[in-house]
């Protein structure tokens, strides 16, 4: 009986804190973010005609719990290097920029861009509201074969773009 309690108190506390770790106030709760926030603040992720905000974690939080495990331990790194101050002025971060963005391409392309199809799907865009180009762009990558994903011509979608980032 006390492994029962004990097991519901561990795992009441585990969600409670998997809960708490996918709120913007965590992932901001960083001054190093700050900057970050006010980017996303500036895009259609963050304010649009219907109301649907995507939150940091609906981005960089994979929704399956396997995936979304190995994410929450990748995010060391972020941890780390908040507590080293690698990233905790506005010049560092920017310094850091590419390859912190880079790193999450890849990963996102890795994940065929799942937390992007989690919200979007081809299936459910109007092309009458998209301009020809992206008719025909998101045609191609709607094909099995095609290699591409969302990642591939959406970088900057939420964020600003690394100064040398390639175009």
């Known amino acids: 009986m006390v492994g029962f309690v004990l097991g519901i108190l561990f795992w009441g506390g585990f969600h409670t804190g998997m809960a708490a770790s996918n ?3 965590f992932c901001i709760g960083c001054h190093e973010m700050q900057g ?3 980017e996303y603040k500036k895009t259609i992720h963050y304010s649009n005609r219907t109301g649907v905000r995507a939150t940091c974690s609906d981005c960089h939080v994979p929704k399956e719990f396997i995936p979304k495990m190995l994410r929450k331990l ?3 790194h972020d941890v780390w290097g908040h507590l080293t101050g690698k990233v905790d002025s506005k010049e560092k971060f920017e310094a850091n920029r590419k390859a912190m963005a880079e790193r999450e391409w890849a990963r996102m392309k890795a994940s065929d861009s799942a937390t992007c199809r989690g919200c979007h799907t081809y ?3 109007n ?3 998209q301009d020809s180009s992206a008719v025909k762009k998101h045609a191609m990558a709607a094909k099995a074969d ?3 994903t969302c990642i591939d011509c959406h970088q900057g979608i939420a964020h600003e773009l690394p100064k040398d980032a390639e175009e």
Do not use: L, P, V
Request: charged share 40%; glycine share 12%.
């Open 23 to 25: 709120t913007e106030a």
């Open 36 to 38: 970050n926030y006010e």
């Open 74 to 76: 990748e995010a060391r």
């Open 123 to 125: 299936d459910g865009m």
């Open 127 to 129: 092309s009458e509201m």
């Open 146 to 148: 095609s290699g591409k």
